[in-house]
């Protein structure tokens, strides 16, 4: 993966279903679940996370979240009303995914998740 000249990053789309709704309701919970997620991952955030709140729609509405780190963006949107998150995590530098999606589904108490991962050339 990381030998080839085209490669230049991984993304990962983690949806996650069936959370704990307390938790996606919770900004400074969320905040936490991106400072605990980057070390983890060991991508090194650059500035503060972003989390709003908003949605007219009662399907979308939820907190959005945005994390920099300095090798892309760690994104994510909290669908309340499905209780379902579907989290972004791109890096030109190594991770393993598997291990992020399943650190974010015990992270909030969710059931299943869906993995797919994309290499960016």
Not at 65 to 74: A, R
Not at 113 to 120: A, F, G, I, K
Request: hydrophobic share 40%.
């Amino acid at each position: 993966m990381g030998n080839s000249p085209q490669y230049w990053g991984l993304s990962s789309c983690i949806d996650l279903y069936e959370c704990d709704l307390s938790l996606m309701k919770d900004a400074e919970a969320i905040r936490e679940f991106v400072r605990l997620l980057c070390d983890r991952i060991k991508m090194k955030r650059f500035g503060e996370t972003q989390v709003v709140h908003f949605g007219d729609d009662p399907r979308v509405n939820g907190f959005s979240m945005t994390q920099l780190i300095e090798t892309s963006l760690v994104s994510a949107h909290f669908a309340e009303a499905s209780r379902a998150i579907y989290l972004d995590v791109f890096s030109c530098a190594p991770y393993d995914p598997k291990d992020a999606a399943e650190f974010a589904l015990n992270y909030f108490k969710g059931k299943r998740y869906n993995l797919h991962t994309v290499e960016r050339k």
